[in-house]
Antibody
Framework: EVQLVQSGAEVKKPGEALKISCQGSGYSFTNYWIVWVRQMPGKGLEWMGIINPGDSNTKYSPSFQGQVTISADKSINIAYLQWSGLKASDSAMYYC????????????????WGRGTLLTVSS | QSVLTQPPSVSGAPGQRVTISCTGSRSNIGTGYDVHWYQQLPGAAPKLLIYSNTNRPSGVPDRFSGSKSGTSASLAITGLQAEDEADYYCQSYDSSLRGAVFGGGTKVTVL
């Protein structure tokens, strides 16, 4: 089955570090970019950044540049989203999704989504 | 404030037709970048509904259709069904931000 499997829900304290994951299966992982999308409680979708798992080329939304780090390990088909010091405002659902590598520049759509990782940051 | 503008909510009776607008600017939809639509059922992840303005992925009912003109796009749902109650998001590419932009989402309520 073609799917993106995300790591489980997390409850963390402010200032703690965290790395969440997104594993692709059932397709060629390096043929698709992996994007991370934030959804704060009751709010809409926000693009955070995107990575090419084949060469780790990464682009960040200006809103998230410097706030998170996106990485990937193509040997195990996993992409990561990490924080070095969490804040309460990072509490949200985080989705990973994929975008075809072969898509022409400017054609950005996401045809497969993970179920999301719920992050709660509270003291 | 989302880069793409959608109405917060639309509603309709079962069987009716509803439309959701998505308005952008010259740095995204107006440049010619495609518009895509996602459906997010309550408590679920988003799902691709329409890609490249008018195309439906396999498995998406033909009750859903998309269009684009100028700096705007629309999603139409004909023959509205109770199972269509969800949030709908439009999305495009923005050349200024050099990445994806989303609309704020529209909640569809079936009366």
């Amino acid at each position: 089955e073609v799917q993106l499997v995300q790591s489980g829900a997390e409850v963390k304290k402010p200032g703690e570090a965290l790395k969440i994951s997104c594993q692709g299966s059932g397709y060629s992982f390096t043929n698709y970019w992996i994007v991370w999308v934030r959804q704060m409680p009751g709010k809409g979708l926000e693009w955070m950044g995107i990575i090419n798992p084949g060469d780790s080329n990464t682009k960040y939304s200006p809103s998230f540049q410097g706030q998170v780090t996106i990485s990937a390990d193509k040997s195990i088909n996993i992409a990561y989203l990490q924080w070095s010091g969490l804040k309460a405002s990072d509490s949200a659902m985080y989705y990973c999704a994929r975008r075809a590598i072969a898509a022409r520049p400017g054609l950005w759509f996401f045809d497969l989504w993970g179920r999301g990782t719920l992050l709660t940051v509270s003291s | 404030q989302s880069v793409l503008t959608q109405p917060p909510s639309v509603s309709g009776a079962p069987g009716q037709r509803v439309t959701i607008s998505c308005t952008g600017s010259r740095s995204n939809i107006g440049t010619g970048y495609d518009v895509h639509w996602y459906q997010q059922l309550p408590g679920a992840a988003p799902k691709l509904l329409i890609y490249s303005n008018t195309n439906r992925p396999s498995g998406v009912p033909d009750r859903f259709s998309g269009s684009k003109s100028g700096t705007s796009a629309s999603l139409a749902i004909t023959g509205l069904q109770a199972e269509d109650e969800a949030d709908y998001y439009c999305q495009s590419y923005d050349s200024s931000l050099r990445g994806a932009v989303f609309g704020g989402g529209t909640k569809v309520t079936v009366l």
